[in-house]
């Protein structure tokens, strides 16, 4: 038995990046890794753009709503990905940190949007190798 890896995608509205980062993960990670995201500055609502992307990847985006980093869970997350927020994402604790200089989709064409979901989605495979390389050194 496996215990899920624990990982939080952070932006500063949790309205693009760090939604379609969770969104993506749910759908390829299956029970491997257990995601969450939060914003420093949270929109109060998922942009648009990001959730028909996701749909067009068979995931319902509009389920989700924007939140703040106080309502994550208080964990030491496996791994922090931090996506473009500079100084305006505040410290996790975290085993690992990443940060993805991935333009934020806010004002961006649909198309646009869904260049930004296929980086995510790329840079996704490479946080999967970096905690499966994790979980064996343990």
Known sequence: MSIKKQVLFVCVE??????MAEALTRLRAGDAIDPQSAGSKPSGRI?????????????DLAAHKSKSLDEIPAVEYDAVVTMGCGDACPFVRARQRFDWNIPDPKGKSLEEVRLIRDTIDAK???LYRALTFEAKLK
């Open 124 to 126: 996704l495979e490479e």
């Open 14 to 19: 949790n309205a693009g990046r760090s939604q």
């Open 47 to 59: 942009n648009p753009d990001a959730i028909t992307a996701m749909k067009e990847m068979g995931y």
